[in-house]
C-alpha cells in the first residue's frame, strides 16, 4: 500500500471536522463528528476513525497529520486554565497589574481591567538586572530564585512565567532560571519571555508570557493524551496549526502555547486564499460561521493580514496572528428576551452538547440553527446529509417562549433573530473592511463553516459585495486549510537605532542572526534548503513615538538604499494616518524575520466545465423558504450539491442541499458551480462570466 493520503483534524467548539486528501487521485474526502467537551482528543480518533472507513484505508497509508484545535483558546476563555506564579525583575512585579495609561474604550467609565492572572502574593522580585543594550548590570541573585521555586512549590503552583527586563535582548538570566527551576522543581512547566514574546515593552511581554504559563499544562496535557491515543493507532504524530497562518511540531506548540489560540480559525483564512489564488482573485474578505462563533478576515493581494497586537479577553498579546474578528454569532447562538423587551442573540452557545434544541438533546432554548429550521432553509431529514435528522417539534417548542415574552408570531420573531445574528457579522465584516480603509465592494466575501452559506448573500448584500463564493468542502475548510498551510517561524528582536545608511551593517548583522536561527530550525525539522524562503521586516516609527508600522523588505545588502526603505514608511504611514511628515528622522525598533518550509503539495481536482443546465437527478425537490431579498415566504426549487455538474448554472430563488451544509440562492442572485466544485454566487442575475 501506497501511503499517498493526507490528514487534517479541526476541533471547533460544536463539530470536529476531517478531511483526507487523496494525493494520488487528487480526490478529497470529509465528515464531522460531534466534538468532545470534556475530551477533545476523543473527537479527534472518532473522527479519524470515520474518515479511515470513508476513504477505505489503513492508518499506515497516511502520511502526513496536521491538527488545529481551540482548546488553548476555550481554555482562556472559559478561565479553566492553571494557577500562574511570575518570576520577574525586582520592583517590576507589579508591572502587569498598572499595565497601560490607555484604554480600549476612552469614555466608558465602567469598564473591567483584565485580571493579572497571577495573585500579587505569587509575583516574585528576583534581584538582578540587564541594561537596554545587553549588558548584565547586577549579576542574577540564584539564592533569591531558589527560594522562590521552593514557595512556588509549597503552594502547588505548577507553571511559572519568567519575566526580567531587557531579557528579550540579553537572555542570560532567563536561561539560568529555568535551570535552576529544573533542579528545584523538575515537574513544573516554565514560561520564558524571550521565547513567548522576545521583543520590547515590559507589560505586553510579561502578560503574553504570563498568559502561555496560565494555558501550558493543560493543553500540554491535551497534547500528550491525543499523542498517546495516535499512537495506538499507529497513526503519525500531527503538525499543530499557528495562528499566524503557517504549522509547527507538537513539541512547539506544548511550549508556545499562545500560537494555538487562532489554531482552527486560521486554517480557514489560508485555504481561502490557496482557493482564491486558483480561481485569480486577489482581494478577498473571509467568514467562517461555525456553531459558537463567527470569524472575519481580509486577505488583500493575496496576503492576509497579520497583527503583532492581538487581543483576547482584551489582554494584549504580542505574539504573530492573521487579524480577525471574532462575533459571538454561530448556528448553536442562542436567544432571549432581555428585561427591556428586546430580542438579543449570542454571545451564549448551545455548543456541542446539548446543541440547538433540534438537535433533540434537551436543548430549551432557541438557537440560530432552530430558526433557519423554522424558516424552511434546513431540511430536517437531510441535516448532515441525512446522519442526523433534526426534531422540528423540539425547535417550535423551544422557541415558543420567545413568542410568549415578545407578543410576536413565530415567523415573525424568527425573521428577526436571523436579522439581529446577520447585523452582529455583517459589523464584524466591517471592522476589518470599512474601519481599515477598504472598500468592501473591491472584494470577495468567502463563505464557510457549516452555517455561512445560509447567511453569506444577505451580508454581502447589506455592504455592497458582489460576488460570494462557497467553496468545495466548504463546512470543512478551516480543516482543509491545515493540509495547504506551510511549516512557518516567526522571530524577532529589538535593537532601537536611527535609520541611516551608517547603520545598515548593523541592520545586516541582527537580520543575519535571525536568518541563522530560521535556517537552523527550519533544517532541524527536515525542510530541503531550496523551501526554504526567509521573508524580512522591519518596525520602524518616527523618533518620540510610540508605536510603530512594519514593512518588508524585498532584498537586503550592503547595496540597499535607506532611502527606499524610509519611501516605503512614509507611503504606509500616510495610507494609515492620512498625514505624514517626511522631514522627521525615522528610528528602527525591531527586526523580524519570517521562516517558511513550502511543505504543502496539494493540487486541486479539476473538473471540465459541461452544460449550464443542472441534470434532472440533482432537482430534489421544492420548498416553502422564507427570503429576505423579498421578505416573504416562497416556494423554490430545491437541488442536490453533489449531482451538480461543473458549468451548472442556477438562478434564484432556490436552494443547494449538501451533505454537509445547505446554500441558499436569493431572488435575483444566480449560482454557478466551477471547475473546482466551488459555489460561485453573483448577486445580481448575468453577472456571472
Known amino acids: 500500500m501506497k501511503n499517498n493520503y493526507k490528514l487534517a483534524v479541526d476541533v471547533g467548539g460544536t463539530f470536529t471536522d476531517v478531511v483526507l486528501f487523496d494525493n494520488q487521485r487528487r480526490k478529497l474526502h470529509f465528515t464531522k463528528t460531534p466534538t468532545s467537551s470534556e475530551d477533545p482528543s476523543e473527537g479527534v480518533v472518532e473522527g479519524i476513525k470515520k474518515i479511515m472507513e470513508i476513504a477505505q484505508i489503513e492508518a499506515d ?49 465602567f469598564q473591567d481591567k483584565p485580571s493579572s492572572l497571577v495573585e500579587r502574593q505569587y509575583r516574585f522580585g528576583i534581584r538582578e538586572r540587564i541594561t537596554a543594550d545587553g549588558e548584565v548590570l547586577h549579576k542574577l541573585n540564584e539564592d533569591d530564585v531558589r527560594e522562590s521555586v521552593r514557595k512556588v512549590k509549597e503552594n502547588e503552583i505548577k507553571s511559572i512565567a519568567v519575566s526580567y527586563l531587557h531579557g528579550y535582548y540579553n537572555p542570560i538570566h532567563e536561561n539560568r532560571t529555568a535551570e535552576i527551576i529544573k533542579e528545584e522543581y523538575p515537574e513544573c512547566y516554565i514560561s520564558l519571555s524571550h521565547h513567548v514574546s522576545p521583543e520590547f515593552r515590559e507589560y505586553e511581554r510579561t502578560i503574553t508570557t504570563a498568559v502561555n504559563a496560565y494555558l501550558k499544562p493543560k493543553t500540554t496535557n491535551y ?112 436567544s432571549r428576551i432581555d428585561e427591556g423587551g428586546l430580542i438579543k442573540v449570542g454571545p451564549e452557545s448551545a455548543g456541542a452538547y446539548p446543541g440547538p434544541a433540534c438537535y433533540g438533546n434537551g436543548g430549551k432554548d432557541p438557537a440560530i440553527t432552530d430558526v433557519n429550521l423554522l424558516l424552511g432553509r434546513i431540511d430536517p431529514e437531510f441535516f448532515l446529509g441525512g446522519e442526523m435528522p433534526l426534531d422540528l417539534d423540539a425547535a417550535k417548542q423551544a422557541h415558543h417562549k420567545i413568542v410568549e415574552q415578545s407578543s410576536l408570531s413565530q415567523d415573525e420573531s424568527s425573521v428577526g433573530m ?70 512557518k517561524h516567526d522571530f524577532t528582536t529589538t535593537n532601537i537605532i536611527p535609520l541611516d545608511q551608517e547603520n545598515l551593517p548593523n541592520i545586516l548583522a541582527e537580520f543575519k542572526t535571525l536568518e541563522s536561527s530560521g535556517k537552523e530550525l527550519l ?90 443546465e443542472p441534470p434532472i437527478e440533482a432537482r430534489k425537490s421544492r420548498r416553502r423558504v422564507y427570503l429576505f431579498s423579498t421578505n416573504q415566504f416562497e416556494e423554490v426549487d430545491v437541488f442536490y450539491l453533489d449531482k451538480l455538474i461543473s458549468g451548472n448554472h442556477i438562478s434564484g430563488p432556490a436552494i443547494i442541499d449538501g451533505s454537509n451544509t445547505t446554500i441558499i440562492v436569493e431572488a435575483d442572485e444566480e449560482a454557478k458551480l466551477d471547475c473546482f466544485g466551488n459555489i460561485i454566487i453573483s448577486l445580481g442575475k448575468g453577472l456571472l462570466s
Open 61 to 109: 497509508q497516511i502520511d502526513y497529520f496536521v491538527h488545529g484545535t481551540t482548546f488553548a483558546t476555550n481554555v482562556f476563555l472559559e478561565n479553566k486554565g492553571s494557577k500562574v506564579a511570575l518570576f520577574t525583575t525586582h520592583g517590576f512585579r507589579d508591572v502587569i497589574e498598572i499595565g497601560r495609561q490607555k484604554r480600549l474604550k476612552l469614555y466608558d467609565l
Open 223 to 334: 497534547l500528550v493524551k491525543l499523542e498517546e491515543k495516535l499512537q495506538q493507532m499507529n497513526i503519525k504524530i500531527p503538525y499543530i496549526m499557528k495562528s499566524n497562518g503557517g504549522i509547527m511540531t507538537m513539541q512547539e506548540a506544548s511550549e508556545n502555547v499562545i500560537q494555538t489560540l487562532l489554531s482552527g480559525p486560521a486554517g480557514g483564512v489560508v485555504a481561502s486564499g490557496f482557493i482564491a489564488e486558483k480561481l485569480g482573485m486577489k482581494n478577498i474578505i473571509t467568514f467562517d460561521m461555525g456553531g459558537t462563533s463567527t470569524d472575519v478576515a481580509l486577505i488583500e493581494n493575496q496576503s492576509p493580514q497579520i497583527t503583532l497586537d492581538g487581543r483576547l479577553k482584551n489582554y494584549p498579546l504580542k505574539a504573530p496572528m492573521i487579524e480577525m474578528e471574532t462575533v459571538g454569532a454561530g448556528g448553536g447562538s442562542l
Open 418 to 487: 436571523v436579522k439581529i445574528a446577520n447585523h452582529h457579522m455583517t459589523e464584524a465584516v466591517r471592522l476589518v473592511s470599512v474601519r481599515k480603509g477598504h472598500n468592501p465592494e473591491e472584494f470577495t466575501l468567502f463563505a464557510f463553516g457549516g452555517a455561512s452559506p445560509l447567511h453569506a448573500t444577505s451580508i454581502a448584500r447589506e455592504l455592497g459585495i458582489p460576488k460570494v463564493v462557497i467553496p468545495n468542502a466548504s463546512s470543512v475548510l478551516s480543516a482543509f486549510g491545515l493540509l495547504v498551510a506551510d511549516i
Open 523 to 612: 533544517d532541524k525539522e527536515g525542510v530541503d534548503p531550496e523551501k526554504q524562503v526567509l521573508t524580512r521586516y522591519l518596525d520602524l516609527r518616527f523618533k518620540g513615538q510610540a508605536f510603530e508600522i512594519k514593512i518588508e523588505l524585498k532584498g537586503l545588502n550592503l547595496e540597499t538604499s535607506i532611502e527606499d526603505i524610509a519611501s516605503k514608511f512614509f507611503e504606509d504611514y500616510e495610507k494609515e494616518y492620512g498625514y505624514c511628515d517626511r522631514s522627521q528622522p525615522i528610528e528602527v525598533v525591531n527586526y523580524r524575520l519570517s521562516a517558511i518550509g513550502l511543505t504543502s503539495d496539494i493540487e486541486l481536482e479539476e473538473f471540465k466545465e459541461h452544460q449550464t
